[in-house]
């Protein structure tokens, strides 16, 4: 029947069963630690009842000073100690007691703690790890005669489970011979499984279908109750059987050390991440220079427009019927434009500009174009959502503004930018500078000399418009908008 094993102190559970056989029984037990959980299974040796008294000694001796060792000493250390108590305090019954002559025991034990799981073994007894309850990830190596011509190739581990030399152990307390326990860490996971067994569980069926059984079981109990030798056919078996099943609920802080197939892996993908990133360096340095040409471009335009805009004025004023002729004085339009008309066309008709290829006169530019102010402080009626509406507004005016006077079209725009670094400032009060990387961000896209204020020639219709890059630049930006919508919105 099924035991609980709980623990007080560390986040594990588990099940526990032993059934004896015609032959000796097993041990074991489990309680809290100061150096982690403890479960210990011992399997006797021996002909008669002094193996079943052995197995008690030795699980009593492993408790005992397993449970009075110092928090502070290694699980290590402790073991061994605690293993090397055990064998001496056999020797010393034996001499009081003729019964133990010849009776010695096999053992299996784990300490889990915070950091990861230690055990130790030694003879025929086993412990499994099974991956989430799943996949079999770690055993022990027995301590057999067999084990060894396993190792050495000469019969199959198949081969071994049902050889007549089965049962010679070459590790066990209380005999002459090596009685040294074999001592290792594993980590472990949430949901792991730590399987503590006599060699009578794992006696009675194949190792493919003991794995089987082990990782087709979604509950411990019936992963106990199922491994009965009448349950699995295999008919009556002489030994004893003891299985401890442990389910951890933490990850433990030791991790796993990564798999030859898993460094290749990793090496595989720094040389990909190292091409890469060279590429893309390649690549910045490419469009920096590129970027540096078309501010260079940017700011040449610039001064361009800048050099005209007095004649543009006087030809407004003239388009306006405020001017009388164009002839007026040596600073005339008419003078100023000779160095600015293109080949193939006439400068000098009076209020119409022909423009190359088309016989269409250059429409009459409109009133000035000014926003509405807006105070310096968010309103009580201000959003953080509302105002990144009016933001994605501004900045589609932005995008399709067009005009037949250049100096008009580029008011427009740093009008349209000016509103939109205003209520970005206010955005980021309402938000607590939660999101000040992307506004900054948006204003560096919207400075002077960037790609969203470029403002292509004429097209046929005379109309003044943004660059399909300035375009592409605005949706840059507009997408930036939409992220910082959908972040606060979460």
């Known amino acids: 029947m099924a035991v609980q094993i709980i623990s007080e102190r560390f986040p594990v559970r588990g099940v526990a069963a032993s059934v004896s056989g015609s032959g000796n029984p097993d041990n074991w037990g489990y309680m809290d630690t100061p150096l982690g959980f403890l479960v210990v299974v011992c399997d006797g040796v021996g002909e008669g009842p002094g193996g079943n008294t052995v197995s008690c000694i030795v699980k009593q001796e492993l408790m005992r000073v397993l449970g009075s060792c110092d928090g502070q000493m290694s699980r290590r250390e ?109 980590p472990f996971r949430k949901g792991d499984r730590f399987i503590l067994c006599t060699g009578g569980i794992w006696r009675i069926m194949p190792e493919r279908e003991l794995e089987k059984h082990f990782t087709g079981r979604p509950d411990m109990e019936s992963l106990v109750a199922g491994l009965d030798p009448a349950a699995v056919g295999a008919g009556e078996y002489p030994g004893s059987r003891t299985i401890a099943v442990v389910e951890t609920m933490t990850n433990s802080i030791l991790k796993e050390k990564m798999s030859r197939l898993g460094r290749i892996m990793v090496a595989v993908l720094a040389v990909l991440l190292l091409a890469s990133i060279a590429l893309n360096i390649n690549l910045y340095i490419r469009n920096e220079e590129q970027d540096k040409e078309l501010q260079n471009g940017m700011k040449s335009l610039m001064s361009e427009v800048e050099r005209l805009k007095p004649y543009e004025l006087r030809y407004n004023r003239l388009m306006e019927g405020k001017t009388d002729s164009l002839h007026n004085g040596p600073d005339s339009l008419g003078a100023g434009l000779k160095g600015a008309v293109q080949p193939g066309t006439k400068a000098g008709e009076s209020g119409k500009e022909k423009v190359p290829g088309k016989d269409k006169t250059v429409p009459a530019p409109s009133e000035k174009f000014v926003l509405p102010d807006v105070p310096d402080s968010p309103g009580l009626s201000d959003t953080p959502e509302a105002i990144l509406d009016e933001v994605d507004g501004y900045l589609n005016r932005m995008k399709d503004v067009s005009g037949s006077v250049l100096g008009e079209v580029l008011d427009m725009k740093s009008q349209y930018r000016s509103r939109i670094l205003k209520r970005l400032g206010h955005f980021d009060r309402l938000t607590g500078q939660n999101y000040s990387a992307q506004t900054e961000e948006i204003r560096e896209k919207l400075g002077d000399g960037k790609l969203s204020m470029l403002i292509d020639k004429p097209g046929e219709d005379g109309m003044y418009r943004n660059t399909q890059m300035s375009r592409k630049a605005l949706d840059n930006i507009r997408a930036i908008v939409e992220k910082i919508r959908k972040d606060i919105s979460k």
């Open 78 to 186: 402790a073991f061994q100690k605690a293993v090397a108590v055990a064998n001496d305090t056999l020797y010393e019954k034996r001499e009081k007691d003729s019964r133990l002559k010849g009776a010695g025991s096999t053992l299996v034990a784990i300490l889990i703690s915070e950091k990861s799981a230690m055990i130790a073994h030694l003879g025929d007894c086993r412990c499994y790890r099974i991956r989430h309850g799943r996949r079999v990830v770690f055993r022990t190596s027995d301590h057999l005669l067999v084990n060894e011509m396993v190792a050495d190739k000469v019969m199959t581990e198949e081969e071994a489970r049902t050889s007549p030399e089965l049962d010679v152990v070459t590790r066990v307390l209380g005999r002459p011979g090596n009685h040294l326990p074999e001592i290792g860490e594993q």
